[in-house]
């Protein structure tokens, strides 16, 4: 197992090849989609409750927010747990269906999870979520390697419950002997 630093370093060069991926290859994609994410038909967007305050225009306070949310008199859409809020069924109110874009693209307000999405980090590994049509993962782990050089391999497996998400894992590889 490398040291720690060796990881860290691995998973800051996986975090900005990802990003460098997205920026490439999935951005330029968005206006067309057949699917665009922003809709949130097949994904759940985890948000803290400021976005959820600012991006719904709400005038009242969290607790009475969430007391409304409990008795079902909230935005349909959005459901509380465990002081996160979780958007789904309804596009986000930041997506501009027009253009096919993000209002609050490269804003603080834009939640984490869609800057990540569809390629992000995870302890090291590369997660790809197939349910965005813009993923080639051939392409993607073509620029991975190349970032990394040959002296890192792949190696792709699926999720057996989430099928659609592909772990893309890094490893260095080892002197072999003859």
């Known amino acids: 197992?490398?040291?720690?630093?060796?990881?860290?370093?691995?998973?800051?060069?996986?975090?900005?090849?990802?990003?460098?991926?997205?920026?490439?290859?999935?951005?330029?994609?968005?206006?067309?989609?057949?699917?665009?994410?922003?809709?949130?038909?097949?994904?759940?967007?985890?948000l803290e409750w400021k976005q959820i305050k600012t991006l719904w225009h709400l005038q009242e306070s969290r607790p009475t927010f969430d007391k409304a949310l409990s008795c079902g008199k909230g935005p349909e859409e959005i459901r509380e747990s465990g002081g996160r809020?979780?958007?789904?069924?309804?596009?986000?109110?930041?997506?501009?269906?027009?253009?096919?874009?993000?209002?609050?693209?490269?804003?603080?307000?834009?939640?984490?999870?869609?800057?990540?999405?569809?390629?992000?980090?995870?302890?090291?590994?590369?997660?790809?979520?197939?349910?965005?049509?813009?993923?080639?993962l051939k392409a993607l782990k073509a620029r991975i390697a190349t970032t990394l050089g040959p002296a890192f391999r792949i190696t792709q497996s699926a999720d057996d419950e989430f099928p659609f998400l592909v772990t893309l894992s890094i490893k260095k590889q080892g002197n072999r002997r003859s």
């Open 1 to 46: 197992m490398p040291p720690p630093n060796a990881r860290r370093l691995l998973a800051k060069e996986l975090a900005a090849a990802a990003a460098a991926y997205q920026t490439a290859e999935i951005i330029p994609h968005c206006p067309g989609c057949s699917q665009p994410c922003c809709k949130l038909e097949t994904l759940v967007l985890d």
């Open 85 to 136: 809020y979780y958007v789904h069924g309804k596009p986000c109110p930041a997506y501009d269906d027009a253009h096919g874009s993000c209002r609050i693209y490269g804003q603080h307000l834009k939640p984490v999870g869609c800057t990540d999405f569809p390629v992000y980090e995870d302890q090291g590994d590369l997660i790809a979520d197939l349910r965005c049509e813009a993923v080639d």
